[in-house]
């Protein structure tokens, strides 16, 4: 869906700083990873107050290069979320590692401690918690599993820059997190990720592992050339420069959606745990009633797309994705992921829409939901 009137889903915050920023690498001698991709890690490092930030080639190649840094693999379990945006979750399964999966607070949409805990074997090495669409997950009781249980505890900040728990940015939390600059992410470096960590054994393990080589003799391990180019870092670099004044853009929009969402009967505002100090959503999602069903929620998704508004299921939840069946995993193993989403409703969310928009958007979505037959009480 990509024409000219469409409401699209994500369209990236790009000024004329990251332009010019690009241009300045692509008429230099080095494009690839270079003295900008070092300067990018050094800005995030410090924008987290993390002492080390390792720029890599994705998401999923971040945690795949965590995992191995840590040394699991083969027969080891990691305990993970099969909710939200899960990309980078594949790599348990890349590495050779056995997901886990366990189901998620029904209010929050992230993983349950109490869940984890339940999952928990001789064989598991690590847990993999995300900040659902921005909403931070419950961090002081999974670190207490995770020292209790001598386990590495796994931060996916993919969808959550800026949102803070208890005062304290996420990407702090885990003992290694990883970032994903992809669309449709605030942060958006075209395909590009950074892992995070204040551990500097693991960081130097993680940039041997993350080189593309030279004329090296002895490695420790054959390396995976996943470095971010000094190309990509250009845009990075601004992006993370800028980062206060996007996230303020993207709360705008947040504040005419809720605005706008108040023309539905019985809406809820969005859930904030007590504990979260600073939200910043990933994707604006509305969760259909209980009387919608999957088919319904597709359906309003295929009445929004004729009135050129592009929105989509905020999930397909990893158990239920073909792959995975090979370990046993069936749609039905997990009430609440599954409950909440049949019925979760990503609408287009950046920082270049009108209040105006919002408004058409808000509306088509009420129509719709009034023409699946269900009624149109739609949750925030």
């Not at 990309?87 to 399964?93: G, K, L, P, V, Y």
């Not at 002081?140 to 940015?169: K, M």
């Not at 206060?244 to 929009?253: D, M, N, Y």
Request: net charge negative; hydrophobic share 40%; charged share 20%.
């Amino acid at each position: 869906m990509n024409g000219e009137n469409t409401i699209l889903l994500s369209d990236p915050d790009i000024s004329q700083a990251e332009l010019d920023a690009v241009s300045a690498v692509l008429t230099s001698p080095h494009i690839s990873a270079g003295r900008v991709t070092e300067k990018f890690e050094q800005a995030f490092a410090a924008y987290l107050g993390r002492a080390h930030a390792i720029a890599i080639a994705s998401g999923t190649i971040g945690l795949m290069l965590s995992l191995k840094a840590y040394g699991i693999g083969a027969s080891d379990e990691v305990i993970a979320s099969p909710y939200s945006w899960h990309q980078i979750a594949h790599a348990i399964a890349l590495v050779g590692a056995r997901p886990v999966f366990a189901d998620i607070d029904y209010w929050t949409g992230t993983i349950a401690p109490e869940k984890v805990a339940e999952k928990i074997t001789n064989r598991t090495r690590a847990i993999l918690a995300g900040n659902t669409n921005g909403h931070p997950a419950q961090w002081d009781p999974l670190r207490e599993i995770a020292e209790h249980r001598r386990i590495v505890l796994l931060e996916d900040s993919t969808e959550s820059i800026g949102s803070e728990y208890r005062g304290q940015r996420v990407g702090t939390f885990g003992d290694c997190a990883i970032f994903d600059f992809s669309q449709p992410f605030p942060t958006v470096c075209g395909e590009a990720g950074m892992i995070v960590t204040d551990d500097s054994a693991l960081a130097s393990t993680l940039r041997q592992l993350r080189t593309r080589g030279g004329d090296e003799v002895f490695v420790a391990a054959p390396p995976l050339q996943a470095p971010m180019s000094d190309l990509t870092a250009a845009l990075g670099l601004v992006q993370i420069e800028r980062i206060e004044s996007i996230l303020a853009r993207r709360k705008r929009v947040e504040e005419w959606y809720n605005l706008a969402m108040q023309s539905f009967e019985g809406i809820k505002p969005p859930y904030l745990a007590p504990e979260v100090t600073e939200h910043n959503w990933f994707v604006y999602v509305v969760h259909l009633g209980t009387r919608f069903t999957r088919s319904s929620r597709d359906a309003i998704i295929d009445d929004m797309r004729t009135e050129r508004v592009e929105a989509k299921a905020f999930c397909s939840p990893l158990h239920q994705q073909g792959f995975y069946a090979c370990y046993g995993y069936r749609r039905g193993a997990f009430f609440v992921t599954e409950k909440v989403a049949d019925r979760a409703i990503a609408l287009p969310f950046h920082c270049h829409l009108s209040p105006e928009q919002i408004g058409f958007i808000v509306k088509s979505t009420k129509d719709a939901s009034i023409n699946v037959g269900a009624g149109s009480a739609i949750y925030l």
